[in-house]
T-cell receptor
């Protein structure tokens, strides 16, 4: 069975500070990997995805993520956080032959002015 | 450029009432999904439809039924609503298995059952 762990339920950062949200997964091979953002009262929006190739992927809104096979991790980063980045972030994996993604529980990002 | 459209956006029901949540996608996707989101629980899959004409149970199907009306539309029905079904419901669609493409989500239906 595959699983996704987002160890941080809440993270608080100051505006302008750097951000790293952690994601670890358990799966026998390399799955498809995704990060989504959910702003309050909204649906989930795709930030970025990884399925092969360069292990550092760029996404929208200035986010990037790095896939590390040896650590089974896919951490999300942003060099300078803006107040509008306050939201819930979900790490998601899916195996190639499956219809069903596996979601992490989410990390809530709080941004202080 | 609609993507995934859910109706209604908000609904208040009394215990025992029934209702149907509607979902439509215009991306020619094969697979569609219904999730519920509760505080601290993340997203939990209720039902999914891998392709037109098929539906399967997800993690939390009890109390719900679904209909894949055609390739575009996938509805979720609560036959006899219970307070435990108070939640935010999301519909999603995707190309399907074997594809590396992500799911696309609607904006949700916020459902309160009194």
């Amino acid at each position: 069975a595959q699983s996704v762990t987002q160890p941080d339920i809440h993270i608080t950062v100051s505006e302008g500070a750097s951000l790293e949200l952690r994601c670890n997964y358990s799966y026998g091979a390399t799955p498809y990997l995704f990060w989504y953002v959910q702003s309050p009262g909204q649906g989930l929006q795709l930030l970025l995805k990884y399925f092969s190739g360069d292990t550092l992927v760029q996404g929208i809104k200035g986010f990037e993520a790095e896939f590390k096979r040896s650590q089974s991790s896919f951490n999300l980063r942003k060099p300078s956080v803006h107040w509008s980045d306050a939201a819930e972030y979900f790490c998601v994996i899916r195996s190639g032959g499956s219809y069903i993604p596996t979601f992490g529980r989410g990390t809530s990002l709080i941004v202080h002015p | 450029n609609a993507g995934v459209t859910q109706t209604p956006k908000f609904q208040v029901l009394k215990t025992g009432q029934s209702m149907t949540l509607q979902c439509a996608q215009d991306m020619n996707h094969n697979s569609m999904y219904w999730y519920r989101q509760d505080p601290g629980m993340g997203l939990r899959l209720i039902y999914y439809s891998a392709s037109e004409g098929t539906t399967d149970k997800g993690e939390v199907p009890n109390g719900y039924n679904v209909s894949r009306l055609n390739k575009r539309e996938f509805s979720l029905r609560l036959e006899s609503a219970a307070p435990s079904q108070t939640s935010v419901y999301f519909c999603a669609s995707s190309t399907g298995a074997g594809s590396n493409q992500p799911q696309h989500f609607g904006d949700g239906t916020r459902l309160s059952i009194l």
